[in-house]
């Protein structure tokens, strides 16, 4: 049934109400004249009989059809346009019992939906559509509002959550890389995730030199702000306390402020603490000291904020519900559209099995862990919707049989996903593609800390995506990323346009680790570091790219001959426990995979089978070899090197991606004998202004002489240089913040 059609038939449901309300007028009017006259008794029940007909026939109508829920509804209403429901429960259960043959749809009604535990589906829900009515605000969310603020200090507001109901506060815990967590109560002003209360405010401090490398329990601290924290009750630290592509938050246990030590509750900073690496410290009621930022005393249930803009009329939401806004549990058929799901802890939407369910054309932001989460099943996706601000990624396809190598046609297709990770920074990409034969396809994907697409599995498709402003803050990092296993084959990344990728070690398509039998054909990626990784892997295709203005075309190693040996010489069976996992010698392996049957035996630590035909380089380095790799290793034909750099023509990423404004503006930091100079350029169609905020490691003897923010204003290809001035005695970190984008670059060392 087309949309036109189904309102079409809601059209007859007001005027049944209609007749029935004036079929009530008048019996009222009978009841006062036509009785005190022969006759008046038996038109009176004439009318009694056309009103219980009118109101059976609109139930029959809507249990057969459509209904209707609002939040002003009725659970004991027949669910009709005139006189819908109040639950989505109700409707759910009202669809059950209509016993359908063909598809209903359930239309919401403009307003909010608060959830206190899951919408849960079935199969016995199968064929329905959750739809938002044209034009109306429909939200489906996990939250309370807060109100009762009263003036604590200055600028920063208190409120008694207590008093209103609002008692699970959860528990901050230990979250991060590789660690599993659930999220704790969130604060968000006018759609907009605050700050819990941090220092620094803007970039990071530094593990100071007398920190052990390696160490288990505690780190060094440069500078005497941590004696500001020795009665803070709980207290985090979060840093990138090893390496650049591990994060995690840990638990202050202790401080001693004599030996500038900070101990921490297990467990420990990831791989231990390092000497030099990032960290910031958070949940501290002493760092409240700007506009965003806020803190709860758990104890007492008090509320302290310092709100961005007058609160006189914002929406302040405190985030409650730990699980899915919505399960669907084994139905098909199902579909959400028009709908925005936003303020919980858990993930907004949970998939599992089923066939044919579709989020579609709806907003989904303030997550607390992942926006869509697809598991089993087939031919479930998301299309055509907006996910933003969420504590890890966007959207996870996993399906599809690998021993059987049979596709699941899961997809993620013209979606806009941006600012995610705000929590876990690494390993919470946009789109995370598990299993075999699923579809990342015309999304862009922007505005995060780490990768976008990160795939395991077999016959994936990434395609015509626009992907940019990733991998910011992180390093060892690819906006595209799959490694450490020879059998995850037959991935295609495709006429995707790589750009605006963050600084330092960063790759815009990683095959890292032996990552094998992957083709990158007719991708455009321009400025970055590396443009394409071949890591150890075997049999991977290179074909028809364009690469603008990045420092390295191709990189290709043999790491399994140095660094990585530890893979093949038994110390390490990763690469060799995933391939006997594999059925790799039988059908339909064998067959479509046919490398596979001699790897053992044909030198595996070797990079073989590798090609780079049909692409174009504009500057930098085409290919370099590692590991005692040379030319002829790769299978190199008919690809063009200039060494003049030209701009990207616009037709060349004409159609990839979304045709949205999007702000895609770089910034370029380099040394100079004075500080730093950063070239700041407008990548995007139209107009930008912003401010970038200017940071350095306020711990160490650092002074910042230029101002301490940076404003720009910048037609689309034009750029500006502006000078900021650094005094220090001994290196010194100094780095920018684009304002209100959330991501917190490295910055740079200053000898």
Same mark, same amino acid.
């Given at each position: ?331 098909? /058929? ?384 034009? /750029? ?32």
């Amino acid at each position: 049934m087309s949309e036109i059609e189904t309102q079409e038939r809601w059209d007859f449901l007001p005027l049944f109400a209609r007749f029935g309300n004036c079929a009530f007028n008048m019996k009222n009017r009978c009841d006062s004249r036509l009785c005190k006259h022969r006759g008046g008794a038996v038109s009176t029940m004439v009318l009694v009989i056309w009103i219980a007909l009118c109101e059976l026939f609109a139930v029959s109508l809507a249990y057969g059809a459509d209904l209707y829920v609002s939040p002003h509804g009725s659970d004991s209403n027949p669910g009709t346009v005139a006189k819908p429901f109040l639950t989505l429960e109700r409707a759910r259960d009202a669809a059950r019992e209509s016993r359908h043959d063909s598809p209903i749809t359930i239309w919401l009604r403009g307003g909010t939906y608060i959830r206190a535990s899951s919408f849960t589906l079935s199969v016995a829900d199968s064929s329905v559509v959750y739809r938002g009515v044209a034009g109306e605000n429909v939200r489906i969310i996990g939250g309370r509002p807060v109100g009762g603020f009263r003036q604590w200090r200055g600028s920063i507001l208190q409120a008694d959550l207590k008093k209103q109901g609002i008692t699970d506060f959860g528990e901050l815990k230990p979250r991060g890389f590789h660690r599993p967590f659930k999220a704790a109560l969130e604060l968000f002003f006018n759609g907009r995730p605050m700050t819990l209360a941090r220092w620094p405010n803007r970039g990071w401090a530094h593990l100071g030199a007398a920190t052990v490398v390696k160490s288990k329990d505690q780190f060094a601290y440069e500078g005497d702000r941590p004696s500001r924290w020795l009665k803070a009750p709980d207290g985090w630290v979060h840093g990138y306390w090893m390496w650049d592509w591990a994060e995690s938050y840990d638990r202050i246990a202790s401080i001693d402020p004599e030996a500038h030590i900070i101990r921490t509750d297990a467990p420990h900073g990831i791989y231990g603490y390092k000497a030099g690496q990032r960290w910031r410290a958070l949940n501290l009621l002493e760092e409240l000291d700007e506009p965003g930022e806020w803190y709860l005393d758990r104890s007492t249930g008090v509320l302290y904020f310092w709100p961005p803009a007058s609160i006189a009329h914002a929406e302040v939401i405190a985030s409650m519900l730990d699980q899915p806004l919505v399960k669907i549990d084994g139905a098909s /058929n199902v579909e959400f559209r028009d709908i925005t799901f936003a303020y919980t802890r858990g993930d907004a939407i949970l998939m599992h099995g089923g066939m044919h369910n579709l989020i579609s054309h709806c907003t989904l932001f303030g997550i607390g862990k992942r926006a869509v989460t697809i598991e089993g099943g087939s031919d479930n996706g998301v299309e055509d919707s907006e996910i933003r601000d969420t504590g890890d990624g966007g959207i996870l396809l996993d399906g599809g049989d690998r021993p059987t190598l049979s596709a699941a046609g899961h997809f993620a297709v013209r979606n806009h996903i941006h600012h995610f990770g705000r929590w876990v920074r690494t390993y919470t990409p946009a789109v995370q593609l598990r299993g075999v034969g699923n579809r990342v396809v015309g999304n862009t994907l922007d505005h995060g800390p780490h990768m976008a697409v990160m795939l395991n599995g077999n016959e994936h498709l990434v395609e015509h995506n626009d992907i940019h402003t990733v991998a910011m803050e992180t390093g060892d990092v690819g906006a595209f990323y799959l490694g450490r296993d020879w059998t995850e084959r037959g991935n295609t990344v495709r006429a995707n346009y790589f750009h605006n990728l963050g600084h330092g070690d960063v790759n815009a398509i990683y095959l890292d680790d032996c990552a094998s039998g992957t083709i990158v054909d007719g991708n455009i990626i321009h400025r970055a570091h590396r443009a394409i990784v071949i890591g150890g892997g075997r049999d991977n295709r290179i074909i028809n790219n364009k690469i603008i203005d990045s420092d390295i075309g191709i990189q290709f190693d043999a790491r399994g001959l140095g660094w990585a040996s530890f893979w093949f010489d038994g110390r390490d069976r990763t690469l060799f426990d995933r391939l006997k996992a594999i059925p790799f010698e039988s059908e339909p392996w064998r067959s479509r995979y046919p490398e596979l049957l001699a790897i053992i035996k044909d030198e595996p630590a070797k990079p073989k089978g590798n090609s780079a035909i049909g692409n174009e380089i504009w500057g930098g380095d085409w290919v370099r070899y590692y590991n005692n790799l040379h030319e002829k290793d790769l299978d190199q034909n008919a690809n063009s090197i200039h060494a003049k750099v030209l701009p990207v023509d616009p037709g060349w990423v004409r159609g990839i991606g979304l045709d949205i404004a999007t702000n895609v503006v770089e910034s370029r930091l380099t040394a100079v004998s004075t500080g730093a100079d950063l070239v700041v350029e407008n990548l995007g169609r139209t107009p930008v202004a912003g401010i970038y905020d200017v940071w350095v490691d306020s711990a160490t003897t650092v002074k910042l002489s230029s101002p301490a923010s940076i404003a720009f204003n910048l037609k689309p290809g034009e /750029n500006r240089k502006f000078s900021i001035a650094v005094e220090h005695q001994g290196p010194a970190w100094v780095g920018v913040e684009l304002r209100d984008e959330g991501l917190v670059p490295e910055g740079l060392l200053l000898k």
